[in-house]
Nanobody
């Protein structure tokens, strides 16, 4: 399994942007479908979207579609979550997850990062 470390979280105002990164260890990153999840205080963890291991196929939940973009750089063993037009309801801890040869809509039961906090103020 890969080890995952998220970064890039922070505090922004309503309408702002952030880019999260998730760096993976190991030499097999290109075989992992990478997903992003988030968990707001008092709520269950929810799926945000993912990018397939074998190319550019992506999937986004309706709540972020058109505002968030997931990309990957296999040479850097990194997946990104570009978040634009952020809203206060996007406030959460964001996690990345990896599933080897996984499907774009999951499941993700393999590796998880420790999370990074995103706070959007109105």
């Amino acid at each position: 399994q890969v080890q995952l470390v998220e970064s890039g979280g922070g505090s922004v105002q309503d309408g702002g942007s952030l880019r999260l990164s998730c760096a993976a260890s190991g030499r097999t990153f290109s075989t992992y479908t990478m997903g992003w999840f988030r968990q707001a205080p008092g709520k269950e963890r929810e799926f945000v979207g993912a990018i397939m291991w074998n190319g550019g196929t992506t999937y986004y939940e309706e709540s972020v579609k058109g505002r968030f973009t997931i990309s990957r750089d296999n040479a850097k063993n990194t997946v990104y979550l570009q978040m634009n037009s952020l809203k206060p309801e996007d406030t959460a801890v964001y996690y990345c997850a990896a599933e080897q040869y996984g499907r774009v809509r999951g499941p993700f039961g393999g590796s998880w990062g420790q999370g990074t906090q995103v706070t959007v103020s109105s």
